[in-house]
């Protein structure tokens, strides 16, 4: 434990911000996992799709994923949705 008044707060600070983040991650692997029920399930698709993209680049921006990782997820996620669509419509 360090004994420097600032230090101290650096450790509570960190501490909290880290729990935010948990919470943060946590919250945008759920909504992934909301869309790809969507897509599988044909329902409201369009409007959960566009809510975890929101969700995905709200993350790389705060520098919770890297931006590549969010291009990467919101690139799958398209490609799974415009599949289940052409398999509806075929």
């Not at 600070?13 to 399930?41: D, F, G, P, W």
Request: net charge positive; aromatic share 2%; glycine share 2%.
């Amino acid at each position: 434990m360090p004994n420097i008044k600032s230090a101290i707060k650096r450790v509570n600070v960190n501490k909290s911000k880290a729990l935010k983040n948990v919470v943060r991650k946590s919250a945008l692997k759920t909504s992934i996992k909301k869309c790809r029920a969507a897509i599988e399930s044909g329902v409201n698709t369009e409007a959960v799709f566009n809510k975890t993209v929101s969700a995905i680049d709200k993350a790389a921006s705060r520098n919770l994923i890297h931006r590549n990782t969010a291009a990467r997820k919101k690139s799958r996620l398209a490609k799974a949705m415009n599949k289940a669509a052409n398999a509806a419509t075929v």
